[in-house]
């Protein structure tokens, strides 16, 4: 299981948007942050660092060319922002990648970090160093992770992984809470990793730790303090027709703990009859996941200890489980998995409301990856996205700003918008169907929790989308 290294020589990429808007973000420590950007100028950005322990601005600026499309484009870590840029011509290949940092000592100049194309990091808790995911020279095109001194401002270690096979790419994973270690995963063409590497930082020791002998799947959650890793055999679908197989089998799915660095033998948790559990660390021993023998958005934590596990109401749900339906039609169950391996936590009605003796309402996935699906709503399983048997149209997507952003495949427009409140008083943004020679979808969006969705329906009265949105809202929030 175990290799051992020390190999000495150091990104992602794309997802959020804009609008004239202030966002808020999810609060670090006593900080927050809110955004206001310009729809005629991508990239710029009103930006207020708040002091919530002592109720007063920190700092408040003005920044332009940040790369709000790159999906983790910002982190705050005690009161200092890290922020994305993207600078040059994107068309061509003289663009680049900035990491910035602003806080109130820096002032509204901020200070320059880093810069690299394809440049993705994470900040150490305690702001020692920075960890950065880029293109290696002398081609750019395998990527290495390095370190930041925060200290001195100088990149202190790369690391190139040429030792590991060329097909795995290194991915930034997660900081131990003391900033003493961090974490990279190497993934192939998929969502499961193949390897992880633990980085001592007092020493720069990098230890590697192959999964290929573990029942792992897409569905894992590593705890990166004491190296204890949760995972299940879940098979991993790329289409809906066997997906809906196996939801049918109802053969066992069986979830893991395993200790990377203590090896031993897989510890059994829990055990399915073909559901997914979602596993998440709440502490160093405690675990929570989809309760099996629950209903389908049931959670339970479980003590990996003492063996002890009790429910979680929706109140007590640890914050990464936002949303998750709670009845599924059938011709949904089918896309499921697709819809769960976007990241975005699904919401669906339990059912979809459409005239007797037509075919019930079946998803076409239009548009899915890391943080974003895009789905056509159709009368039956064959209709695959025409226009002749058009029902409606489904977005989800990661949005750090609280209103819309739409797509590109689905605009959203605030300024003809009408905003409505929907089921546990969300905030709604309604656009009417344009009717000429053929009716477009009268749209709903909203923004929950760090997500952004969307549903609409061909031609539709507001009443009736609006009825929809709740439907959704209320099968999905618990």
């Given at each position: 299981m175990k290799l051992t290294r020390i190999f000495i020589i150091t990104t992602l990429l794309l997802v959020a948007a804009t609008a004239r808007v202030v966002a808020q973000a999810e609060p670090a420590a006593e900080f927050s942050v809110a955004f206001n950007s310009y729809p005629d100028t991508p990239g710029k950005l009103d930006i207020q660092i708040y002091n919530r322990s002592r109720g007063e601005e920190s700092l408040f600026f003005t920044t332009e060319n940040v790369n709000v499309e790159h999906y983790h484009h910002y982190e705050l870590v005690n009161g200092s922002l890290y922020l994305l840029k993207r600078t040059g011509d994107t068309n061509g290949d003289t663009w680049m990648d900035e990491l910035w940092r602003y806080n109130a000592n820096l002032g509204a100049a901020g200070e320059l970090l880093f810069s690299s194309q394809g440049l993705d990091f994470r900040v150490a808790p305690n702001e020692s160093f920075v960890a950065l995911r880029y293109p290696l020279p002398p081609d750019n095109f395998y990527q290495g992770v390095g370190f930041l001194d925060m200290a001195g401002g100088e990149l202190v270690q790369e690391f190139a992984f040429e030792h590991i096979d060329e097909m795995l790419a290194p991915d930034l994973d997660s900081w131990a809470d003391d900033s003493s270690a961090f974490w990279v995963s190497f993934k192939a063409m998929g969502p499961t990793p193949a390897i992880f590497s633990h980085i001592d930082i007092a020493t720069w020791k990098a230890s590697d730790y192959d999964l290929a002998g573990l029942n792992l799947s897409h569905e894992y959650a590593l705890n990166p303090n004491t190296s204890q890793l949760l995972y299940s055999d879940h098979p991993t679908f790329f289409d809906a027709m066997s997906a809906q197989e196996f939801l049918e089998s109802g053969d066992a799915v069986t979830l893991y703990r395993y200790d990377l660095m203590n090896g031993g033998a897989e510890e059994i948790l829990a055990v399915s009859a073909a559901r997914s559990f979602e596993p998440r660390w709440i502490d160093a021993l405690t675990v929570e996941f989809y309760d099996p023998?629950?209903?389908?958005?049931?959670?339970?934590?479980?003590?990996?200890?003492?063996?002890?596990?009790?429910?979680?109401?929706?109140?007590?749900?640890?914050?990464?489980?936002?949303?998750?339906?709670?009845?599924?039609t059938a011709e949904f169950e089918m896309a499921m998995q697709a819809l769960t391996l976007s990241m975005v936590p699904p919401m669906l009605p339990a059912e979809f409301p459409a005239e007797a003796g037509l075919p019930p309402i079946a998803p076409y996935i239009s548009s899915t990856g890391n943080g974003f699906y895009e789905l056509s709503l159709d009368y039956g399983t064959d209709c695959m996205g025409a226009g002749a048997c058009h029902y409606g149209s489904m977005l989800a997507q990661t949005n750090s700003f609280k209103i819309p952003v739409g797509s590109e495949n689905m605009p959203f427009n605030q300024w003809i918008s009408q905003q409505v409140i929907l089921a546990k008083n969300i905030q709604g943004y309604f656009i009417e169907s344009n009717c000429e020679a053929n009716c477009s979808d009268a749209q709903i969006f909203w923004v929950y929790k760090g997500y952004e969705y969307m549903v609409g329906v061909k031609g539709a009265a507001q009443e009736a989308v609006i009825a929809l949105a709740n439907a959704m809202i209320e099968n999905s929030i618990p």
């Open positions: 023998q629950g209903f389908r958005n049931d959670r339970v934590r479980y003590d990996v200890d003492s063996g002890y596990s009790e429910s979680v109401t929706g109140a007590e749900m640890s914050a990464e489980v936002v949303a998750f339906p709670q009845e599924i």
